[in-house]
């Protein structure tokens, strides 16, 4: 069994110390769950949902608290603090989350808040963040439908609108002329799509697609159909 770094993992507990409980980390050795994170009542045998990240001595370690963000997702989060070396920003667990100085776009300013996506860092095997969140959005040609429902984080403002990462995946846009309430970069939002371009950028809207626009498109596919059979049969 291999533990996922930066994610959720249901593991099972192996034995109790004074300190907290020792989970099955399969080819990883046995993971700490410290005592402030033990489920009362919790015993050997016992399967327990746990996020594992790594400590200040880069040891791998479990908490039942919940991140902010986990790794291959997209957040908005604050700088709690900055040294030489990059920023560190608030995720919600005990150790803040690093982005290191070629991972910002601008320098980051304690107390601001960014768009970062997290990510294990290929060299060091830590989970770091980074700015530069478009080098992680896919290049894959999105799949969605007319009016579909999807889950946005608004990214930044830009001329025509604003960017939007959906589903942790792709880039979006919401024109400003179609926007009426107030955005800032960090909401999460539904929204829905009213177009999937050919270059695989999606545009969207936070209005509901009326029944009547969304029947008039496929009323429209369906007289292009009889069309077509009406062709073939002659």
Known sequence: MNV????YNQLEVVKEVDFGVYLDGGDDGEILLPTRYVPEG???GDVLNVFLYLDNEERLIATTLQPLVQVDEFACLEVAWINEFGAFLNWGL???????FREQKMKMQKGRKYIIHAHIDEDSYRIMASAKVEH???KEHPDYRLGQEVDILIWQKTDLGFKAIVENKFSGLLYDNEIFQPLE???RLKAYVKQVREDGKIDLVLQKLGAKKVDDFFQKCYYNILKIMKVSLH
């Open 4 to 7: 996922k770094l930066g994610k």
């Open 42 to 44: 919790c015993k050997p």
């Open 94 to 100: 005990m150790k803040d989350l690093f982005v290191p």
């Open 136 to 138: 992680y959005l896919s």
């Open 185 to 187: 970069a960090g909401m």
